[in-house]
């Protein structure tokens, strides 16, 4: 019954991942028509700083309570969830609060001194009006992810992309005919208007989902004891993800000026970011929606087993977790790789950002592992070790950048990336190992998914070669490339009775 509770859930949430990011290839589409890859890039320097806003204010508590309330949940202590989840969101509240304060009144110095792109200012400014609404929003989605009640979370996703692109529709006709200045303040007026909407939405669905489930029993934690167990966890999750946001920020920062060196204008330099990270990369995580789904129902799953000492539940679920992330993650490398033109031309009508696409193909597997890695490791409290390994990733990293990029240009960019995510999966496989005894099966998890993936890729690019081209003609071919995907996982034995079993029948005691 928990197994069906947990794959309900992912379902839940992987449909609400796919929506938002087909909806964001339809919102990047059109400001990348209306503002350009310029005005992408400066977009996309604003980005970082909204990353690292969330991960100062909310990140850690979103967890944390995630955690907490799975742990607690399973005990039947329904009085302690709502002490943990009003003293998460009095705390989260009040670091919130200060941060937009100061986020809004060193805009200027900001934008100059950091980000070296002064037409960001207004934009900051008004992004400081978004953090509340966002950090109070995720505590409360932490606390339906712990119970596994995905539904809330999911439709909150969607409402605020729904929003944040409504608001970008509306107002990009008053606004870029401005400048690229106002064209992203137009884009930033969409990021409040949908985390607000969303935290209106997530907040009348606490107090209606609390009251209708009767949330009120006595906490058999004091208030002092609550706060010790929030912060223990908070505290080094936080630092994780603040850490990691602010060297991801650097490196999103140095990329462009670095480029300069190598010997793009400014303007060069700013489109090619904008069209990386703009517009290439959210197209290579599209098929990791369902990851990132399945990342946030791992850590109540894996919590609430630990909490009771189900160890053969958790290596059944570590077990079919690696299969369907290696099947995933190399399945879409062998897509990226074969067809990169052919998807850009596609989605955004220019084939040319293919050239940027193919290398980064090879990194799906190991970006996409990472992403199932985190949620195991975060649901077995290795909060420390994700905090150490992610500063070491993003070091490599900015390294590469820093000293490559003026000499090689985006290849070195690729090259560091590459490596740090190499490192980091191995380290986090072996801590993974430590920790439940589950290896990671080489032949099952990698060639196999390989050969078959391969396979598939080469039989309809042939496909395509002997056709007239079109993009109805490139759709049915990946739909094709899919099927003939899992035929081959099939005949190799990836789908074998027990592995089926395992991801859809109930779990062991």
């Known amino acids: 019954m928990r197994r069906q509770k947990l794959l309900i859930g992912t379902c839940i949430l992987a449909s609400a991942n796919f929506i938002t990011k087909f909806m964001g290839f339809f919102y990047r589409i059109f400001m990348s028509k209306f503002i350009g890859s310029e005005g992408m890039g400066l977009y996309q320097l604003i980005l970082p700083l909204y990353t690292l806003s969330w991960s100062i204010t909310a990140a850690g508590f979103t967890t944390t309570i995630s955690r907490l309330t799975a742990a607690e949940h399973i005990k039947g202590e329904t009085g302690t969830i709502g002490r943990i989840v009003k003293q998460s969101i009095m705390m989260c509240c009040g670091i919130s609060i200060l941060f937009s304060i100061l986020l809004f009144c060193f805009s200027d110095e900001i934008s100059i001194h950091i980000l070296k792109e002064p037409r960001t200012a207004l934009s900051l400014r008004l992004l400081a009006f978004a953090i509340p609404f966002m950090a109070v929003g995720s505590c409360l989605r932490g606390f339906f992810m712990g119970l596994q009640h995905m539904s ?15 608001a970008i529709f509306l107002l990009s006709g008053f606004f870029v005919p401005k400048g690229l200045e106002y064209a992203c303040l137009a884009a930033v007026c969409g990021i409040v208007l949908g985390e607000f909407g969303s935290f209106v ?33 908070v505290i080094p999750l936080a630092t994780t993800r603040i850490m990691d946001s602010l060297l991801g920020a650097m490196e999103n920062i140095l990329i462009p000026h670095k480029l300069e060196d190598f010997g793009y204008t400014a303007t060069e330099a700013l489109s090619a970011y904008g069209e990386l990270t703009g517009m290439v990369m959210p197209l290579l995580m599209l098929p990791s929606a369902v990851l990132l789904a399945f990342s946030v129902s791992l850590v109540p799953e894996i919590s609430e087993a630990c909490a009771v000492s189900q160890h053969t539940r958790i290596q059944r679920t570590v077990s079919v977790t690696l299969l369907f992330t ?65 500063i070491l990733s993003s070091l490599l990293s900015i390294a590469f950048v820093w000293f490559g990029v003026p000499y090689y240009g985006l290849s070195a960019f690729y090259a560091g990336w590459f490596l740090s995510l190499i490192v980091v999966t191995i380290l986090s496989l072996q801590k993974l190992k430590q920790r439940t005894g589950v290896s990671f099966p080489f032949f099952d998890c990698f060639v196999k998914p390989l050969l078959a993936g391969s396979a598939a890729a080469l039989l309809t690019r042939y496909a395509i070669q002997i056709s007239q081209s079109s993009k109805l003609l490139f759709l049915l071919s990946f739909t094709g490339m899919g099927i003939l995907y899992l035929f081959f996982l099939y005949l190799l034995g990836c789908f074998s009775k027990e592995n089926i079993q395992t991801l859809f029948g109930k779990s062991l005691p």
Do not use: D
């Open 201 to 233: 939405y997530t907040f009348f669905g606490y107090l209606y989902f609390k009251k209708r489930h009767k949330f009120i029993k006595r906490p058999a934690l004091s208030s002092t004891a609550c706060t010790a167990m929030i912060l223990a966890m």
């Open 326 to 390: 290696s099947i995933l993650g190399i399945g879409s490398a062998c897509i990226f790789a074969v067809f990169p033109m052919e998807i850009c031309y596609i989605v955004y009508n220019q084939s040319n950002l293919g050239t940027l696409l193919f290398p980064l193909a090879f990194l799906c597997p190991f970006i996409y592992g990472q992403t199932t890695l985190s949620g195991l490791l975060n649901g077995f409290g290795e909060q420390f070790f994700l905090f150490w390994s992610h």
């Open 152 to 166: 809330v979370p999911a439709i909150s996703q969607v409402l605020e992309q729904t929003l944040r692109i409504g």
